[in-house]
């Protein structure tokens, strides 16, 4: 299961890189709309920061073993998904809403359901192991 959540949550970074890469080559922060709409800063990196943070964290776990990074990995993984899901929510009141006006406003439904499925399964797995590990 440790090694299932390790390929779920590289598979979640693909498609969140992809997501990025694309939001920044349609302009990024500069393309934003008004002050109102446009992602807070804080938002838009530390969502992808946190994550490579809480992944290097699960790696720590993996050689390890030790229950205290498998822990810490999902706790940070429920930062993540909380500021993921702030995206979303913004992401989905400007899908011809007031929010979504910059490079954003351009992704694809298939790449955001993808991120967001994936990452879904990865915080599940992380979760049954970090369990699974505490009581051994």
């Known amino acids: 299961m440790e090694i299932a959540a390790l390929v779920m949550w590289v598979l979640t970074a693909v498609a969140g890189t992809r997501l990025l890469v694309r939001w ?3 302009g990024g922060l500069r ?5 109102v709409t446009r992602y807070p800063v804080a938002l838009l990196l530390g969502h992808p920061a946190l994550g490579v943070l809480a992944l290097a964290t699960w790696v720590a776990f993996l050689l390890t073993d030790r ?5 810490s990995a999902f706790g940070a993984l429920v ?6 899901f702030a995206m979303l929510t913004r992401w989905l009141s400007g899908a011809g809403g007031k929010h979504a006006r910059g490079g954003e406003e351009g992704f694809p439904l298939v790449a955001i359901v993808a991120h967001g499925a994936v990452a879904t399964l990865t915080f ?3 979760l049954l192991t970090a369990i699974t590990v505490s009581r051994r």
Request: charged share 15%; glycine share 10%.
């Open 24 to 26: 920044l080559s349609e």
């Open 31 to 35: 393309r934003q709309g008004t002050k």
């Open 67 to 71: 229950s205290v990074y498998a822990w």
């Open 79 to 84: 930062l993540v998904a909380l500021l993921g």
């Open 124 to 126: 599940v797995l992380v």
